[in-house]
């Protein structure tokens, strides 16, 4: 690999600025301070820029405990992405596989690898997503038979995918149920208890097929998938 992209993709300088450094000299491999942008590295050697020492950062697979007001979203918006709270190299490369509404907060799949993220996002995948629901008032008798069989939401052609619900003892905040839904749509939660006449207070994402959010993650906090984990998908 040529120098100067050895430089562009291990840190934060473009093509253009990598070369400005290696003029500076500011640029060694194995030691030597090394100017020419075209040099050939081979996988062994060291090299350090400002006396650090660099290394390709590789396809990544982060699990994030997404608090609340953020987006998943790449681009700008009314609210910060989600992307901001990982401190990583190359942020502009990661994009979450699959999203949650700003107000809901739980497990959220970052990566670069576009192929494993629309493995996990394919409908025809029907992987199961583990929600933890806090709802305003108790849920009508029969509810877990009308999910079960598929709820025709306000503006769809098509009901939803069956879906598994169990009932949690009352919390502080409210009657709680755990759902297990197989699809993305458009504030679907929300709108499947709408449908049931309740309304959803609190939303939280527990699990995404066998990848579940690790409880020693506060909010706002990562780490990297396992090899398991990113195998599993």
Known sequence: MRLDRFLSESTELTRSLAKKALHRGE?????EVIKNAAFKLDDKQDVRWMGAPLSLVGVRYLMLNKPTGYECTTRPGRYPSVIELLDV????RLHTAGRLDVDTTGLV???EDGQWSHRLTSPKRR???????????????GAEHLLAEGLMLE????????????????????????LVIQEGRYHQIKRMFAALDNAVVALHR???????????LAPGDWRELTEAE????
């Open 27 to 31: 640029v060694e491999v194995d030691g």
């Open 89 to 92: 190299t190359k942020p502009g």
């Open 109 to 111: 799949l970052i990566t």
């Open 127 to 141: 992987c199961d997503k583990h929600y933890l629901v806090t709802l305003a008032r108790p849920l009508a008798e």
């Open 155 to 178: 503006g769809e052609d098509r009901p939803t995918l069956p879906a598994r619900l169990e009932r949690l003892p009352a919390s502080d905040e409210g009657e709680r149920v755990r």
């Open 206 to 216: 527990e699990q995404i097929g066998d990848i579940a959010l690790d409880p020693s």
């Open 230 to 233: 990113v195998a599993s998908i």
